[in-house]
Nanobody
Framework: VQLQASGGGLVQAGGSLRLSCTASGRTYGMGWFRQAPGKEREFVAAINWSGSETYYGDSVKGRFTMSRDNAKNLVYLQMNSLKPEDTAVYYC???????????????WGQGTQVTVSS
């Protein structure tokens, strides 16, 4: 399975972005992670195969929403009320089941940069 994340960019604090992740094949659980310079990769959100269950990291809960469209092999991360501390490279990952640990995922996209200015 190959994954490709897109939708990153530069946005002002309080703004919104929607990230997309395209999968080349069937995926099961999906997750979004982010990594800022000098920091460890951080769990952002996860979704199960049907989209009926989602789980969010504490730092994004209430601001970010993860969803999926299995007919299009797409997963989304809607990010609202963005803060400068959300600045990072965002990665989509496949293979887990609402896992928060990166090692539980089998496939990774290349990442997309999100920069939030104050």
């Amino acid at each position: 399975v190959q994954l490709q994340a897109s939708g990153g960019g530069l946005v002002q604090a309080g703004g919104s972005l929607r990230l997309s992740c395209t999968a080349s094949g069937r995926t099961y659980g999906m997750g979004w992670f982010r990594q800022a310079p000098g920091k460890e990769r951080e769990f952002v959100a996860a979704i199960n195969w049907s989209g009926s269950e989602t789980y969010y990291g504490d730092s994004v809960k209430g601001r970010f929403t993860m969803s999926r469209d299995n007919a299009k092999n797409l997963v989304y991360l809607q990010m609202n009320s963005l803060k400068p501390e959300d600045t990072a490279v965002y990665y989509c990952a496949a293979g887990g089941y609402l896992y928060t640990i990166p090692d539980k995922y089998d496939f990774w996209g290349q990442g997309t940069q999100v920069t939030v200015s104050s």
